[in-house]
T-cell receptor, first 111, second 112 residues
Framework: QKEVEQDPGPLSVPEGAIVSLNCTYSNSAFQYFMWYRQYSRKGPELLMYTYSSGNKEDGRFTAQVDKSSKYISLFIRDSQPSDSATYLCAMTRSNDYKLSFGAGTTVTVRA | DTGVSQDPRHKITKRGQNVTFRCDPISEHNRLYWYRQTLGQGPEFLTYFQNEAQLEKSRLLSDRFSAERPKGSFSTLEIQRTEQGDSAMYLC??????????FGPGTRLTVL
């Protein structure tokens, strides 16, 4: 079993919809959580970085962490066609440097 | 552009050949990482440098792989005697000591 499991998708939503992306993890030592966006044939781009349970908001993006359930989520409000990409969750331990990634969820926002 | 850069962006080679990739991190970032990403999967950690010291290598990094960061700035990743299973996107990332890693565009390797 992988340390990080991500809902596989793909997801296809109409423009303006809320996109919900989820990851679960098995290692309780993970303390820092990230969401990356990756366009086709490009490198991952850091979207959100959190280290505590609760919600963090940045514009249309909200990252949610529940350490007790080992569950993290990313919500995209008012989705746009430009949000069409693969979204990767990633996490790491305190004082560690290796990121452990989920397999990614591909999202398509239809105009 | 002051982001992470990688060269080449694409490499096609024949099985058995050696290839070398270069990564230039964000200026003054002391940490540099290599990851490998295959189709439909997330990146997997390969190795990590703090300044010029290589501090960890994943078991994914067989003895055909070698990475260097000679002056604590740019890094190279060499694959000797390439195999078809080496076909992947090779990603470089850098950080300033914190946990926020910034990725380059990647080098896509195809081994025929």
């Amino acid at each position: 079993q992988k340390e990080v499991e991500q809902d596989p998708g793909p997801l296809s939503v109409p423009e303006g919809a809320i996109v919900s992306l989820n990851c679960t993890y098995s290692n309780s030592a993970f303390q820092y959580f990230m969401w990356y966006r990756q366009y086709s044939r490009k490198g991952p781009e850091l979207l959100m970085y959190t280290y505590s349970s609760g919600n963090k908001e940045d514009g249309r993006f909200t990252a949610q962490v529940d350490k007790s359930s080992k569950y993290i989520s990313l919500f995209i409000r008012d989705s746009q066609p430009s949000d069409s990409a693969t979204y990767l969750c990633a996490m790491t331990r305190s004082n560690d440097y290796k990121l452990s990634f989920g397999a990614g969820t591909t999202v398509t926002v239809r105009a | 552009d002051t982001g992470v850069s990688q060269d080449p962006r694409h490499k096609i080679t024949k099985r058995g050949q050696n290839v070398t990739f270069r990564c230039d991190p964000i200026s003054e970032h002391n940490r540099l990482y290599w990851y490998r990403q295959t189709l439909g999967q997330g990146p997997e950690f390969l190795t990590y440098f703090q300044n010029e010291a290589q501090l960890e290598k994943s078991r994914l990094l067989s003895d055909r792989f070698s990475a260097e960061r000679p002056k604590g700035s740019f890094s190279t990743l060499e694959i000797q005697r390439t195999e078809q299973g080496d076909s992947a996107m090779y990603l470089c990332a850098s950080s300033a000591g914190g946990d926020e890693q910034f990725f380059g565009p990647g080098t896509r390797l195809t081994v025929l």
